[in-house]
Nanobody, 128 residues
């Protein structure tokens, strides 16, 4: 069974750090594009391009949403079949439920519809 499990969220103060993990099972994550998206708690709409945070492709190409550049780092640990999102210098506006996703296309990788599998989301709360 293909599964993605996102975890590592929590409550952190402004300027703090968290590392989110996206653990894959039932498939080899390094064969896929892995993306992170986020959505403010209580938002009742489907994810859109505006919710994109970061992705890493199977051949190691990486991209970030502008507001997280220089603060967030996406990385892979192929031995653990896991992708990480290291988040530093956190701001209140980073508060969101963070979702990881896996897909096979290298196009439109900031578009949620490009992804085939989704994790359940992990909540990050940044307090001021």
């Amino acid at each position: 069974e293909v599964q993605l499990q996102a975890y590592g969220g929590g409550l952190v103060q402004v300027g703090g750090s968290l590392r989110l993990s996206c653990a894959a099972s039932g498939f080899t994550a390094d064969d896929y594009v892995i993306g992170w998206f986020r959505q403010a708690p209580g938002t009742e709409r489907d994810l859109t391009v505006s919710d994109f945070v970061a992705f890493v492709t199977a051949n190691g190409n990486i991209a970030y949403e502008d507001s997280v550049k220089g603060r967030f780092t996406i990385s892979r640990d192929n031995a653990k079949n896991t992708v990480y999102l290291q988040m530093n210098s956190l701001k209140p506006e980073d508060t969101a439920v963070y979702y990881c996703a896996a897909g096979t296309t290298n196009f439109l990788t900031d578009y949620p519809g490009s992804y085939d599998y989704w994790g359940q989301g992990t909540l990050v709360t940044v307090s001021s």
